[in-house]
């Protein structure tokens, strides 16, 4: 006899499944596919003549390139989490989480998890912001109130991306 019961919702629930499942999934293939859906959109509405469209789809583009950081950074820090001791192996004394291997691979593995989870959450976040600087239909005019934020989101991007570029 099956039981057709579903368990109550509580929000560790759903925000278990909104990283992990089909929304978390979904978000970070759209903020792959950002930057060139929003480089074909500039380049389209640039060659109609339409500056202020083609200004919102190159501010998607920057948008798009935050993300292509954003997943980068994620997926160095979940592969180097989860092969910490295949990937950096040295005296294990000074690492995090030594002296012994099993205790800096675990160390590693436990900044990885939250990392990756607020990078699902911020790739949610670049993702309805692209969408809201796009026009709502043909020839109408973008959200122009979303703007601002778009300018301020790829500045601080290019900014990390600076600063991590120079610790390397």
């Given at each position: 006899?099956?039981?057709?019961?579903?368990?109550?919702?509580?929000?560790?629930?759903?925000?278990?499944?909104?990283?992990?499942?089909?929304?978390?999934?979904?978000?970070?293939?759209?903020?792959?596919?950002?930057?060139?859906?929003?480089?074909?959109?500039?380049?389209?509405?640039?060659?109609?003549?339409?500056?202020?469209?083609?200004?919102?789809?190159?501010?998607?583009?920057?948008?798009?390139?935050?993300?292509?950081?954003?997943?980068?950074?994620?997926?160095?820090?979940?592969?180097?989490?989860?092969?910490?001791?295949?990937?950096?192996?040295?005296?294990?004394?000074?690492?995090?989480?030594?002296?012994?291997?099993?205790?800096?691979?675990?160390?590693?593995?436990?900044l990885a998890v939250p990392i990756v989870v607020a990078a699902v959450w911020l790739l949610?976040?670049?993702?309805?912001?692209?969408?809201?600087?796009?026009?709502?239909?043909?020839?109408?005019?973008?959200?122009?109130?979303?703007?601002?934020?778009?300018?301020?989101?790829?500045?601080?991007?290019?900014?990390?991306?600076?600063?991590?570029?120079?610790?390397?």
């Amino acid at each position: 006899m099956e039981s057709t019961q579903q368990l109550p919702s509580t929000p560790v629930r759903e925000f278990v499944a909104k990283t992990v499942g089909r929304p978390g999934l979904a978000a970070v293939g759209r903020a792959v596919i950002l930057l060139p859906v929003s480089a074909g959109r500039f380049l389209r509405e640039l060659s109609k003549g339409r500056c202020t469209d083609a200004l919102s789809s190159l501010l998607g583009a920057g948008l798009g390139l935050v993300a292509w950081f954003i997943v980068l950074i994620s997926a160095q820090a979940a592969v180097n989490g989860a092969l910490y001791p295949l990937l950096d192996a040295h005296d294990y004394r000074h690492s995090w989480g030594g002296p012994t291997p099993v205790g800096a691979w675990a160390a590693h593995a436990a900044l990885a998890v939250p990392i990756v989870v607020a990078a699902v959450w911020l790739l949610r976040g670049l993702v309805a912001l692209g969408a809201r600087n796009r026009p709502s239909s043909a020839g109408s005019p973008p959200r122009n109130r979303y703007l601002p934020l778009s300018l301020l989101v790829v500045a601080a991007g290019a900014v990390l991306l600076v600063s991590w570029l120079h610790q390397l």
